[in-house]
């Protein structure tokens, strides 16, 4: 299984951005995908998920209402619309999955991840 992202970029705050992640190769149908990002000196943090089976979403407290995670089945994808950002939200945004995790469980477990892709850099210019 690969994943690979794209859509980072330079925005200003209260812009908006919108990641991809596509996936090639076998994923199990109860898998659940999404997103962790990294800030320069911080840890890793999960930023949002939605599960194969049933369309389920997660968000972290500090995207919730700004960021909107979606998925197109027939082409394997996840999309994440992210509005009004912030210059917090710069980081490095990776898009990952997992065939047994989901829901908060796959926010707070970065390393129960099976499959990650290459980050992208999300900068928010104040």
């Known amino acids: 299984v690969q994943l690979q992202a794209s859509g980072g970029g330079l925005v200003q705050a209260g812009g908006s951005l919108r990641l991809s992640c596509a996936a090639s190769?076998?994923?199990?149908?109860?898998?659940?995908m999404g997103w962790f990002r990294q800030a320069p000196g911080k840890e890793r943090e999960g930023v949002s998920c939605?599960?194969?089976?049933?369309?389920?979403?997660y968000y972290a407290d500090s995207v919730k209402g700004r960021f909107t995670i979606s998925r197109d089945n027939f082409k394997n994808t996840v999309y994440l619309q992210m509005n009004s950002l912030k210059p917090e939200d710069t980081a490095v945004y990776y898009c990952?999955?997992?065939?047994?995790?989901?829901?908060?469980?796959?926010?707070?477990?970065?390393?129960?991840?099976?499959?990650w892709g290459k980050g992208t850099l999300v900068t928010v210019s104040s």
């Open positions: 990952a999955t997992s065939n047994y995790l989901s829901g908060s469980s796959w926010l707070d477990h970065y390393y129960g991840m099976d499959y």
């Open positions: 939605i599960s194969r089976s049933d369309g389920s979403t």
């Open positions: 190769g076998r994923l199990l149908s109860r898998h659940s």
